[in-house]
């Protein structure tokens, strides 16, 4: 069975991170815990989320379950902080996770939630043939080694007229004073050690790989702290960036 | 029985709530101790709200309109006079175009077009008069009830008003003090019509505020008094009451009486140290009460309301847990700092105006002359009787989330 997959046998997510992350699964749902951070941003990514599907599908935005009918998936799920929000906004979600004890963490969280997890990596799944209408990958491609396959997997596991949304941080010297040195070290609001910031991906360049994979990126936002307002989505792309794309 | 959210207290805002969320497909539960049905007489509660032109756009957004039209008196313009001085100041809604200033609305006939509304909205159920234990933890709140029901939900919104149970519970430390004044209020007749006009007279004991009512011969009256008067007031029966009244308002109503008994409530200011706890929002009274020289504490209620219904729907639409911190975070930042702001602002106002001496006389007049004059303060002024300053939720702005 698939779902039994080690972390390990992936080709593109990097063993050491995996391991590094699911040991902080039982943390995860604490608002307080060492994932305060995506706590935090959490309405804010949900609402881009759910503002680019109504904008793709022409859906009714006063809808309490705006994505009933539909398939998604998401990909580094951890222990389901997106995947439930998602399941409660009416889609048939999959949550897929290199790390199974984040699957663990995140099946013992589900409660009644109609989510199917599994600790599988997108190359494999993609062998599989089910395909998604919203595909999310949220502050994951930083984490993955070999981008080319895992774009290309994605690109088989999205619908004709799906949606791929994506978050990551940009690799600037103000991501690195923010995320490194601001939030790891000083805050300590992101787990210490989560990131090498080597592996940040400017926009450009993401674009520039997306579309090799055949993802035509049709819009990206920047996402900043403002004293006062907190998160905020707009032009400045310095530290970290959301994005949509469609099959080409 | 599982709801988006349980509310405690089902008074103007706590109803108002419920009714804004069940516009927007949120379920929840009220629980009220009182037997609401009674707390539509004018025994219960004889005041009058003046309703500011952004609640009033909140109310038609969620299809409470019919009360205003059906009982509003449209506040046209208002004027503030320091004593019987010539001096004064006047908004007038006409140097806008966006309508009335406020409506004035009797609290009886409010509550009564809550019930009637609350009767029909489906996704709404009343509990009263039942008390509820509730319970929060970290998994989400239960509230139990003297019959034994329980209620779930991810959150509590306490409107139980100024001396929230569920606020002390919490631990939330509020900042208070009292005026060492009371508020007589009573409903006069008078011989001349008002014209839509709200007079706020500034004494030295506090202001004295003639509200229109509907009827242009009717109006309600807020006197604040000096602590040791009002039994004197009280006692005086409506002859005496008119007489001095009569003289207060210096006349420009013509002859007048009294019409209804008159009552009197402590004044006193309080404002919660944070609005959220961990499951848990407060609102309305049980967050924060100001002197009601200006007419609004009401209308910060009401501003409650339009902002976390505007939280909660999004949450709701975003799947997210309503009880979490970063969702109610967010509304403690919406409002906290904006009812500061108007809480001090009426503070300084009420101060300002109980200053006894020549100086301070000569400061409220220069300053109202000034604002008269200098056209934008005017219209900060008139933005605030509105209630359209800060960054406005969509309710407030005649708009469904
Ligand atoms: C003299 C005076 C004049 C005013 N004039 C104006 C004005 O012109 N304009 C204006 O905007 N504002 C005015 N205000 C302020 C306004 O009346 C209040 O701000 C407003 O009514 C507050 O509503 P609320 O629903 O928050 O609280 P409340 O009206 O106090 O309602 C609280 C509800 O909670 C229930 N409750 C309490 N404890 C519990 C419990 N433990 N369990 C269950 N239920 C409970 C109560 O039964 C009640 O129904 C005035 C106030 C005063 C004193």
């Known amino acids: 069975m698939e779902s039994k997959e080690s972390p390990a046998a992936s080709a593109t997510t990097d063993p050491r991170e995996a391991a590094f992350f699911g040991g902080l699964a039982s943390d995860w749902w604490d608002p307080k815990g060492s994932s305060a951070m995506l706590h935090r941003i959490n309405p804010l990514r949900l609402g881009y989320i759910r503002e680019a599907c109504v904008d793709r599908w022409g859906l009714d935005r006063r809808a309490r379950a705006v994505l009933s009918g539909r398939r998604a998936l998401d990909v580094g799920c951890g222990a389901g902080l997106l995947t439930e929000p998602l399941s409660r906004m009416g889609a048939a979600v999959t949550g897929i996770d290199a790390a199974a004890e984040n699957i663990a963490a995140a099946q013992a969280h589900a409660g009644a939630l109609p989510i199917v997890y599994r600790s599988i990596a997108v190359e494999a799944l993609a062998r599989e043939g089910a395909t998604y209408d919203l595909i999310t990958c949220l502050e994951v491609i930083e984490h993955v080694a070999d981008r080319p396959a895992f774009f290309a997997a994605l690109r088989t596991l999205l619908a004709p007229d799906g949606l791929f949304v994506f978050s990551t941080p940009n690799r600037t010297p103000l991501s690195y004073a923010t995320l490194i040195v601001g939030a790891e070290r000083v805050l300590r609001s992101i787990p210490r050690g989560a990131h090498d910031w080597s592996k940040f991906v400017q926009p450009d360049e993401l674009t520039a790989e997306l579309a090799d994979a055949g993802l035509t990126v049709t819009g990206v936002q920047g996402m900043t702290w403002r004293p006062g307002t907190g998160f905020v989505l707009g032009r400045d792309v310095s530290v970290n960036y959301f994005g949509t794309a469609i099959p080409t | 029985m599982q709801h988006d959210v349980i509310i405690i207290g089902g008074g103007l805002v706590g109803m108002t709530l419920a009714l804004a969320l069940d516009a927007h497909g949120v379920t929840s539960a009220v629980v009220d101790a009182a037997d609401l049905g009674a707390t539509t007489t004018s025994e219960f509660d004889g005041r009058v709200s003046a309703i500011a032109s952004a609640s009033a756009r909140m109310f038609r957004a969620i299809g409470l309109g019919g009360v205003l039209d059906k009982h509003g008196g449209a506040i046209d313009g208002i004027r503030v006079t320091d004593g019987l001085s010539p001096l004064n100041l006047h908004f007038d809604a006409a140097e806008g175009d966006a309508g009335p200033l406020g409506w004035m609305v009797e609290n009886r006939l409010l509550r009564t077009a809550l019930l009637e509304a609350q009767a029909k909205a489906a996704g709404l159920t009343l509990h009263a008069p039942a008390r509820a234990v509730v319970e929060r933890t970290k998994a989400g709140v239960t509230a139990t009830l003297g019959d034994g029901t329980v209620l779930g939900a991810p959150l509590v919104v306490a409107a139980d008003g100024r001396r929230s149970a569920l606020r002390e519970a919490a631990g939330i430390r509020a900042s208070r003090w ?18 839509g006009v709200a007079a706020e007279i500034f004494y030295p004991s506090g202001p004295f ?132 702001a108007v809480a001090a602002a009426t503070d300084t106002l009420n101060q300002l105006f109980a200053l006894k001496g020549r100086a301070p006389a000569a400061v409220r007049r220069l300053g109202l002359a000034a604002v008269e004059r200098i056209a934008p303060l005017k219209r900060r002024f008139m933005a605030e009787a509105r209630g359209e300053t800060g960054d406005r939720p969509k309710l407030l702005l005649g708009e469904l989330v």
């Open chain 2, 178 to 195: 009292t005026y060492p004044n009371v508020a007589l209020v009573t409903m006069i007749e008078h011989a001349d019509e008002h014209g």
């Open chain 2, 209 to 340: 505020a003639v509200l229109p009512m509907r009827d242009p011969h009717r109006s309600a009256i807020v006197w604040t008094v000096d602590e040791g008067d009002a039994p004197g007031y009280l006692k005086l029966g409506p002859r005496g009451l008119s007489a001095e009244i009569a003289r207060a308002t210096g006349g420009y109503l013509g002859d007048l009486q009294v019409i209804a008994p008159p009552s009197s409530y402590p004044l006193s200011f309080h404002h919660a140290g944070s609005y959220v706890a961990e499951r848990l929002a407060l609102i309305g009274d049980a967050a924060h009460g100001i002197h009601p020289i200006a007419g609004q504490g009401l209308n910060m209620g009401l501003r409650d309301v339009a902002a976390l219904t505007e939280v909660l729907v999004d949450a709701v639409r975003t799947g997210l847990d309503l009880g979490a911190p970063a969702v109610l975070d967010r509304y403690d930042r919406w409002r906290r700092v904006d009812n500061m």
